[in-house]
């Protein structure tokens, strides 16, 4: 798998766990640097991650190891055909049972950018196979990290440049495993297509006036009846910037720049 390191815990966790609260934390303590990746990720947004815990008892252990089992069965798969249109090495990735944290997530772990694989949330999600397109969505936010020579992450900390973010995720998700795509449901796309103006403006107007954009994104929020809206406008906002430059450039336009086409391309 070329530079890539793969840090399985499942293996640990399954050694660990008898269901109980307790026995998750003295998995996740093997693992210092993630058990901070987890928690910092509910303290940014002000909540106990304490409160979460209450999470793991939902899943079973059966629901667990199959999305791992899936998970080991699609990766290499996925990242070889990464391989065959982008450079890409130099990265981690990391399996793990954390506390719903995301399905999938493109942070830094280990000095390098990693994809982390949350197998409680693959589960809830029921996402065993649309795992392709996950991990597809997962590649397209580390090429842009490592063509963009940036942390992704710290881009996203303005909530408008999200179109830029998951939008790309998505085109290299599109290019690599095609549509639909694995946040999609049946119908979905073509509501969009029909509703676009809609969306452009709703997004518009919170930009405009500060309100939180996460119900475009987050997998709990519906707006108009609808989820995920905010990768659809993301991707249709990278066709649109295609028409000028190339995918490499793309990943690399200056951020005051992106700020100023996003805000073009939603007029």
């Given amino acids: 798998m070329g530079n890539l390191m793969l840090i399985d815990t499942f293996p640990c966790f399954l050694k660990y766990w008898d269901g109980s609260k307790d026995s998750w934390i003295e998995y996740i303590k093997n693992y210092p640097e993630l ?7 509910y303290e940014r947004y002000k909540i ?20 791992y089992e899936n ?9 070889e055909k990464v391989k065959k249109l982008f450079d890409v090495s130099e990265y981690n990735i990391v399996i793990y049972v954390g506390l719903e944290n995301g399905a999938g997530w493109v942070t830094e772990f280990k000095g390098k950018p ?8 693959i589960a809830e999600l029921k996402w065993y196979n649309k795992l392709k397109g996950l991990i597809a969505h997962e590649f397209g936010h ?13 881009l996203e900390d303005e909530q408008i440049m999200w ?23 049946p119908g979905w796309f073509e509501w969009c297509e029909r509703n676009e103006g809609i969306i452009k403006r709703e997004f518009l107007r919170r ?9 475009f994104f987050g997998s709990w929020y519906t707006l108009f009846g609808k ?41």
């Fill in 35 to 41: 058990f901070e990746k987890i928690k910092w990720d």
């Fill in 48 to 67: 106990d991650w304490r409160e979460y815990l209450e999470l793991l008892s939902k899943r079973s252990v059966d629901e667990l190891k199959l999305a």
């Fill in 71 to 79: 998970l080991l069965n699609v990766l290499p798969k996925v990242e």
């Fill in 114 to 121: 990693s994809i982390l694989f949350g197998l409680e949330a």
């Fill in 142 to 154: 580390l090429i842009h990290w490592l063509l963009r020579g940036e942390d992704i992450e710290k």
């Fill in 163 to 185: 179109i830029y973010t998951e939008g790309f995720a998505q085109r290299i998700e599109d290019l690599i495993s095609g549509r639909p795509w694995h946040l999609e449901e």
């Fill in 207 to 215: 930009v405009k006036e500060n309100e939180p954009l996460n119900p």
């Fill in 227 to 267: 989820q995920y809206l905010g990768y659809y406008l993301g991707y249709k906002f990278i066709r649109w910037i295609e028409q000028e430059y190339s995918l490499e450039n793309i990943a690399a336009v200056e951020k005051e720049v992106v700020k100023r086409k996003i805000l073009e391309f939603l007029c």
